[in-house]
């Protein structure tokens, strides 16, 4: 069988069952489906890494005195409207 990513031909041994009842294959051999599937892991991790890494540049120190993650601009407004940030101001002014 011919895999459909490098072209090779190689023995129907080196192909994974996509549905082993109806003896479908996968169209790309084990070493194809391998590589994608790191690839597909890697691009997952490093997505998992830059949220990480944006969740702590993202900090923002309100004056109300809490800190919240602000990812997008509606994030910020959704603070500044709620009732925590809100109350958090007036017990301030209070003082
Ligand atoms: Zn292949
Ligand atoms: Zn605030």
């Known amino acids: ?3 459909t990513k ?4 190689k023995a129907l041994t080196e192909y994974s069952f996509k549905n082993e009842e109806e003896k479908i294959y996968y169209l790309y051999c084990d070493s194809c489906r391998n590589e994608s599937q790191q690839t597909q892991k890697k691009y997952k991790e490093k997505a998992m890494e830059n949220y990480n890494l944006n969740k702590t540049i ?3 120190e309100c004056s109300c005195g809490i800190t919240y993650v602000s ?3 509606f994030h910020m407004i959704r603070h500044i409207n709620s009732k925590k940030h809100k ?3 007036e017990i301030k002014i209070k003082i």
Do not use: G
């Not at 490098?6 to 031909?9: G, L, M, N, T, V």
């Open 6 to 9: 490098c072209d090779k031909r």
């Open 58 to 60: 993202n900090k923002i």
């Open 1 to 3: 069988m011919q895999c």
């Open 87 to 89: 109350q958090s101001l």
């Open 71 to 73: 990812y997008r601009n």
